[in-house]
């Protein structure tokens, strides 16, 4: 039982290069989130998706596209990446679960853009 | 919009009880407290919830003030792998709704 796996772990760009991170689990979890976490701030959500085929915005979704093709699978796309986009990016799964919302996180993907 | 305030930075002494203090006074009757915490950039890792009544598990104790406006965290012996940032949200669970982490507290346990 892996958990929440993230591919890949490092990662540098170039300026206007596009790229996709993949976040993959195991845990047969309906929702799946991608988050950001900038130097010394909390992470913000960018968009999450509770269930295959749909996905919603964020409080940080300009920049990015989401998609699951996939329950296990949720990946998050950037088409023209900025030097604002550098950041560790975070995914995470949980599942419906009433009055317990416990998240499960990737161990990160640490991405910069030069 | 910050739902929760906390303070930026505790030290704690090693084995003794760290108590992390949160505000949420705009809180709703149908929202909950979770509580995780971030090592050295982990992923955060969830650590325990409540509603109304106080919740123990086994690594915390997490206290809900009567009128709900507050609460406090408390790890009951600290050791140096506690040294984390503990984030305090406030959620209901519901289609659409989103976990604001803030910034979180940055607890430093000392030998």
């Known amino acids: 039982n892996a958990g929440v796996t993230q591919t890949p772990k490092f990662r540098v760009l170039k300026t206007g290069q596009s790229m996709t991170l993949l976040c993959a689990q195991d845990m047969n979890h309906e929702y799946m989130y991608w988050y950001r976490q900038d130097p010394g701030m909390g992470l913000r959500l960018i968009h999450y998706?509770?269930?295959?085929?749909?996905?919603a915005k964020g409080e940080v979704p300009d920049g990015y596209n989401v998609s699951r093709l996939k329950k296990q699978n949720f990946l998050l796309g950037l088409e023209s990446a900025a030097p604002s986009q550098t950041s560790v990016y975070f995914c995470?799964?949980?599942?419906?679960?009433?009055?317990?919302?416990?998240?499960?996180f990737g161990p990160g993907t640490r991405l910069t853009v030069t | 919009d910050a739902k929760t305030t906390q303070p930026t930075s505790m030290d704690c002494a090693e084995g003794r009880a760290a108590n992390l203090p949160c505000n949420h006074s705009t809180i709703s009757g149908n929202e909950y407290v979770y509580w995780y915490r971030q090592i050295h950039s982990q992923g955060p890792q969830y650590i325990i919830h409540g509603l109304k009544n106080n919740e123990t598990n086994e690594m915390a104790s997490l206290i809900i003030t009567e009128d709900r406006k507050s609460s406090t965290l408390i790890l009951p012996h600290a050791t140096l792998r506690d040294t984390a940032v503990y984030y305090c949200i406030v959620y209901f669970s519901n289609t659409g709704n989103q976990f604001y982490f803030g910034t979180g507290t940055s607890l430093t346990v000392i030998p």
């Open positions: 995470a799964s949980s599942s419906w679960g009433g009055s317990s919302y416990e998240q499960y």
């Open positions: 998706s509770v269930g295959e085929g749909t996905t």
